[in-house]
């Protein structure tokens, strides 16, 4: 009995440690919504410092989202910072696919983008790119240098479709969200906001068969138990 309560911890240790990924900044919504992202507002940026381990992966970004439609298609960035405090469209450090979402409460949404490694010092732009020409998003707004993540977060916005002209508030910032999936750590260096209950990003395959994997080393060293006793 012994012997199936410890492997079941170390399966079930197993399996959990592959379910959560590694947060790398979470800025809480706690300070109202943006309004208006898709109709003459076309691209919302969020900046944060990275205060973690260099050559951290990022692959997941996301934003808390309310309204829009099937056909309001938005796209998120990583943009590079291009001094001083400002985000550089220039550089597009990697992005998602164009997606869609018809949201009638405040969500986190979040999207894979192609694996970037970042640097332990670094400013770096979480950018919402609207796309399509359906309903209009709202994005939640987190409140300047709160929550324990002291870094000056600025928000940008441009109502200009060549990205041309921008805005910008330095009293609240946008609510974003970006983590490394792949990894199994235990929260992201850049900065923890809030209670701490961010949700994963969606599992990798890999992930899925970790945990099929220490599922079946728990069936399999029960099923031994119970033979030997036989």
């Known amino acids: 009995m012994k012997k199936i309560f410890l492997c079941s911890i170390f399966g079930l240790l197993f399996i959990t440690s592959n379910l959560f ?32 381990t260099t050559g951290t992966t990022l692959d997941t970004l996301g934003v808390w989202l309310l309204g829009g439609s099937d056909t309001s298609t938005l796209i998120f960035e990583l943009l590079a910072d291009t001094g001083p405090d400002s985000p550089d469209l220039t550089q597009v450090l990697t992005s998602s696919i164009a ?38 998003y709202s994005l939640a707004q987190h409140q300047q240098n709160s929550e324990g993540i002291n870094d000056n977060g600025t928000f940008w916005y441009s109502n200009d479709s060549t990205y041309t002209f921008f805005s910008n508030s330095s009293s609240t910032e946008m609510a974003i969200y970006a983590a490394d999936s792949s990894s199994a750590g235990t929260g992201g260096g850049g900065g923890l906001g809030g209670n701490g209950d961010a949700p994963s990003a969606t599992p990798e395959p890999a992930t899925w068969a970790g945990m099929l994997i220490g599922l079946s080393a728990v069936a399999w060293r029960m099923k031994c138990d119970r033979d030997s006793r036989r």
């Open 21 to 52: 990924a590694d947060l790398i900044v979470e800025k809480d919504p706690n300070a109202g919504v943006y309004a208006g992202l898709g109709h003459g507002s076309y691209i919302y940026a969020n900046s944060f410092i990275f205060n973690g």
């Open 99 to 136: 997606d869609s979402f018809a949201l009638t409460s405040l969500t986190l949404e979040t999207e894979a983008v192609t694996p970037y490694a970042l640097t332990n010092g670094m400013e770096y732009w979480v950018a919402i790119v609207a796309t399509g020409t359906g309903s209009a």
